[in-house]
């Protein structure tokens, strides 16, 4: 079976914490794990960091957190809050961050990622359902065209002197026997 997206793993965390009790990240990371019959052996990323679904289930957490249907009462841990449970009991068959953009908070944190230049009700869609660690490309590409855009500009509001070829001095170098 393939890795399920962030978003597919929202159900399933949430329900893991149903219980009420604190759930270690290890402890969840190894029931999603079984939960969706994924072998140990699971996909590491070219750079050798975290591996694929150990980030997709920190993401699921994190968004879920941000929307205050998790918390973290310490570091690594993490507990099911009444909203949670509310939205547990509501019965739905996914939730992803559609769902969690009901909650103030959760919009407060996806905007405060935001570009500012950007309008607010404005958004990337082909973004939206990627996880972070699949957008660096595209982020290192933006990064790149807006460095260039600054110093074309740069370029344009100096003055011609400053393209100019400025010769280094040719005297000897004096030389210390």
């Known amino acids: 079976?393939?890795?399920?997206?962030?978003?597919?793993?929202?159900?399933?965390?949430?329900?893991?914490?149903?219980?009420?009790?604190?759930?270690?990240?290890?402890?969840?990371v190894a029931s999603m794990a079984d939960h969706f019959e994924l072998s140990a052996r699971m996909e590491?990323?070219?750079?050798?960091?975290?591996k694929l679904f150990n980030n997709r289930v920190a993401w699921s957490i994190t968004d879920m957190a941000q929307a205050g249907l998790l918390e973290r009462p310490?570091?690594?841990?993490?507990?099911?809050?009444?909203?949670?449970?509310?939205?547990?009991?509501?019965?739905?068959?996914r939730v992803d961050m559609k769902v969690l953009s009901q909650f103030a908070e959760y919009q407060e944190f996806r905007t405060r990622r935001r570009k500012p230049d950007k309008p607010?009700?404005?958004?990337?869609?082909?973004?939206?359902?990627?996880?972070?660690?699949?957008?660096?490309?595209?982020?290192i590409a933006e990064a790149r065209t807006a460095l260039a855009d600054?110093?074309?500009?740069?370029?344009?509001?100096?003055?011609?002197?400053?393209?100019e070829y400025q010769r280094p001095s040719l005297r000897p170098i004096p030389r210390r026997y």
């Open 150 to 163: 600054k110093l074309v500009e740069r370029l344009r509001q100096a003055p011609p002197q400053f393209l």
């Open 74 to 93: 310490r570091r690594g841990a993490t507990r099911i809050t009444a909203r949670g449970q509310k939205l547990l009991a509501e019965n739905r068959d």
């Open 44 to 50: 590491m990323p070219p750079s050798g960091g975290q």
């Open 120 to 139: 607010a009700g404005e958004q990337d869609l082909s973004t939206a359902d990627a996880p972070p660690l699949e957008l660096i490309p595209q982020l």
């Open 1 to 28: 079976m393939p890795i399920p997206d962030f978003q597919t793993l929202m159900r399933p965390v949430l329900e893991l914490h149903a219980d009420g009790i604190d759930h270690d990240s290890a402890v969840v």
